[in-house]
């Protein structure tokens, strides 16, 4: 008789069980999972901003959930290199690793602003390649490159950037595009580089966007 | 055979080709007009007729379904009056098993105590002192003379003084018999009132007895209403459902509240688990709340049986089927297994909370402010573990309310279901009717667009017209018979 009785429980329990873990192995990442990569101007006419690239850093800190990616690179005169990466890093599933980790990123980004020293060239293409290959790697559904720069590119003799980049969906957000000396002379060449970033990205399949107010940081991952 | 068509029959003539166009039409009309009333006729009531059938078929599902819920009613209330005299019944067992038990004890207590009672009252009682057995000889002595001799004066005075002294000592006798009479009467005081409190605690006892009795007279003179279907039993008993249903809905809804608490409390420290990225297929539902959701319901499943295994509800009549002594071994096993759970849950709103405070560092850090650790905080992380103790021994009491809301449902349910069918047939007769008017209308429209053969047929033909009357008889009696048919069904 009591068997009778722990039958229908036994059933219960276990179907309850068995619809928890089907309920759990049908669970996956889910591909609107968000990875971002910082390239940061590195530049004698940029290298000034960092305290703003620090105030981003930490706002994209909060925002980013675990399981997503963030990656901080600087950009000089040869930026296609794994050596320009500052720190990268995949946030721990568990919220605590995941806290510790960004804990850890905001230590690493304060070194780095400490000892940020300014490159002769600027090699934007260079670093823009180097975030594409990363952001593939992570297969996050959302993918951002935030271009901390004032898109004047100068690179090295012999250096060929000058060839179109496959985007294949990644946003590309200028963040605080500063005016040269020289636009204040012709405006129409600060618009220019802006434009011809902006042809590179669409026609590479990517989104462009340009945000030099930092109050609306909101706007930057949507 | 546009309009153009019709409006050109006469070339450059449209006035004449349309007024040609217009008679052609009556013409037609006029000569098809009793077929057309016909086919108007048969068409609506047809569809009235299926539509009659309809309402008469959903009638009677109606009838069907009402039959159904006074039987549900009936039973639910029948079962539920067995449950509560059965209940009564073992109160009273209870009652007589501890208070009537002792009974022949108590008889006996009485016994004794009346008993003591009598022989101290008979001990108690005056016994008049005998006369001395030498008072007849002393008699005697006195009655002699003296006759001035001093040697009989002598044994004289000393006879009296033998005799006051004699009296004496009886006089005291007598008073220490009655002091020992008073005190054995002090001594049955007690007795009385212990007597006295006896008697009093029986009356209680049996007063209470007198109330279950009474409680029990009411219940089943109910369960007889019950038993023989009475009007006023499936009122009261439909009156009864409806209370219930909306008390438990009231309940659950507040069990709904709790159960969301308790989802808040695990669902944060599950990520820690089960990963925070994770979730259910594409959707946006994550693998945390799905595993927290797990959790409770368990925990809400292991308080049905707990609550079956004590017998206070009824969910699965195999339970109380099982002997006393297993559904203790049941009762203990699942109060277990919840203390373990509840435990978890105890431990995992102590690690929600500690998440909560790191979360707020790590956002301090961010905005670049000083972290602090707020004052008394371990008030709110106390609390949040004694909240995840206890809710899944309070969400063990949802089975009460949850049984109530299903038998109530059953019966509301059903009732709802009887109004809806019965608002379904009132809306079917009604399109039976509104068709019906339409097809009569459609006939008098149809007589009214070809009037001018109608009035040219009655003026120039009264014979004829009879003949037209005639033909259009048959018609306007069946629409007569259709209408005055209709009205004493309506009726």
Known sequence: MINNFFKPLLIALVGVFLMGLLGLSACSERNTSKAVYVLVDTSGTYSQQFDKVGSVVRYLLGVLQPGESLALARIDSESFSETDIVARVTF????????????????????????????????????????????????????????????????????????????????????????????????????????????????GGGHWKMINDLNRLDNILQ | MTFDFWSNLVEGQPGVSLLISISLLMLIMYVARQQAHQIIMTLARSIRNALRMMSQSIMYAERQLRARNREVLMAQGQEHAERFVEREFQRVETLVNRDLSGYPSLQRDLKEQITRIDEDYV???????????????????????????????????????????????????????????????????????????????????????????????????????????????????????????????????????????????????????????????????????????????????????????????????????????????????????????????????????????????????????????????????????????????????????????????????GLFLSWVLHVVVVLIRFIANLIYGIGRTLVSAYDLVIFIPLRIEQIIKPATTTVAEERAEPVRSELVQGAEAEQVKDT
């Not at chain 1, 090295?156 to 002379?185: C, E, Y």
């Open chain 1, 92 to 203: 721990d599933l568990r919220p605590s690793m995941a806290n510790s980790q960004k804990r850890a990123l905001i230590e690493t980004l304060d070194e780095f602003g400490k000892t940020i020293k300014p490159s002769k060239f600027t090699d934007i293409t260079g670093g823009v390649l180097q975030a594409i290959e990363y952001l593939n790697e992570t297969a996050a559904g959302d993918k951002t490159i935030l271009l901390f720069s004032d898109l004047m590119e100068e690179v090295k003799k012999g250096q060929v950037r000058d060839f179109p980049i496959s985007f294949n969906g990644i946003k590309l957000v200028a963040i605080n595009v500063t005016k040269l000396q020289s636009d204040n002379v012709d405006p129409r060449e600060y618009q220019k580089r802006v434009d011809e970033w902006a042809a590179r990205v669409e026609q």
């Open chain 2, 123 to 413: 001990q108690s009682g005056e016994v008049p002192p005998k006369p001395p057995e030498w008072l007849k000889a002393v008699e005697t002595v006195a009655e002699i003379h003296d006759n001035g001799s001093p040697v009989v004066s002598k044994i004289l005075t000393d006879i009296h003084g033998t005799l006051k002294k004699s009296l004496d000592k009886n006089m005291q006798e007598y008073r220490k018999a009655n002091r020992e009479r008073h005190g054995l009467l002090k001594k049955m005081m007690p007795y009385w009132r212990s007597l006295g409190n006896t008697l009093n605690s029986v009356e209680k006892k049996i007063t209470g007895l007198e109330q279950r009795s009474m409680i029990i007279d009411g219940q089943m003179q109910s369960y007889e209403e019950i038993r023989n279907q009475s009007d006023h039993a499936e009122r009261m008993l439909s009156s009864s459902s409806m209370t219930q249903f909306f008390i438990s809905g009231l309940a659950l809804c507040l069990a709904v509240v709790g159960m969301y608490v308790n989802f808040q409390l695990v669902a944060l420290p599950m990520q820690e688990m089960v990963g925070a990225a994770s979730y259910l297929g594409n959707s946006a539902i994550r693998a945390s709340d799905v595993a927290a959701l797990f959790v409770i319901s368990i925990e809400v499943i292991l308080g049905l049986f707990l609550m079956d295994s004590v017998g206070v509800t009824r969910l699965f009549p195999i339970v109380h089927l099982l002997e006393d002594h297993k559904r203790k071994i049941i009762f203990w096993v699942i109060l277990c297994i919840l203390f373990i759970f509840a435990s978890i849950e105890a431990s995992l709103a102590y690690m929600r909370d500690m998440l909560a405070a790191d979360r707020e560092a790590l956002s301090q850090m961010l905005l670049g402010a000083e972290v602090a650790e707020p004052p008394l905080r371990w008030i709110p992380a106390v609390g949040q573990m004694i909240m995840g103790f206890t809710l899944p021994f309070v969400l063990t009491f949802v089975a009460i309310p949850l049984e109530s809301f299903i038998h109530s449902f059953r019966t509301v349910g």
